[in-house]
């Protein structure tokens, strides 16, 4: 059963950098994509971004494009989100998350939480203004 294990997250000034990190407890991950999601106090949990494990594609919320970068290493053990221009706005509790199958449509999707099988318990990001 995968486990994603966050880190990385902290506290920065807007305008700062922080790169997030997830690893499936060590193991190679062998499934079909993972991803970041983040909730803020009294908000639902929302899409970040996504990658697909094979090749590399990946999928971002409008709110982060052109700011916001996932990749995963080559040894495919380790997803990160690189996380530039922060803004207060993107102070969330911002979780990692797996998925094993295939799914059709997976730009639609992979946006929606419970397509997402295995969570992580979140890292704190905190950007003040």
């Known amino acids: 059963q995968v486990q994603p294990v966050e880190s990385g997250g902290g506290l920065v000034q807007a305008g700062g950098s922080l790169r997030l990190s997830c690893a499936d407890s060590?193991?190679?991950?062998?499934?079909?994509?993972m991803g970041w999601f983040r909730q803020a106090p009294g908000k639902e949990r929302e899409f970040v971004a996504a990658?697909?494990?094979?090749?590399?594609?990946?999928y971002y919320a409008d709110s982060v494009k052109g700011r916001f970068a996932i990749s995963r290493d080559n040894a495919k053990t380790t997803m990160f989100l690189q996380m530039n221009s922060l803004e207060p706005e993107d102070s969330a509790l911002y979780y990692c998350?797996?998925?094993?199958?295939?799914?059709?449509?997976?730009?639609?999707?992979?946006?929606?939480?419970?397509?997402?099988?295995?969570w992580g318990q979140g890292t704190q990001v905190t950007v003040s203004s």
């Open positions: 990658i697909r494990w094979s090749d590399s594609y990946t």
């Open positions: 998350t797996a998925r094993q199958n295939r799914i059709a449509s997976p730009g639609y999707y992979l946006r929606q939480a419970a397509q997402w099988y295995s």
């Open positions: 060590g193991r190679t991950f062998s499934g079909y994509a």
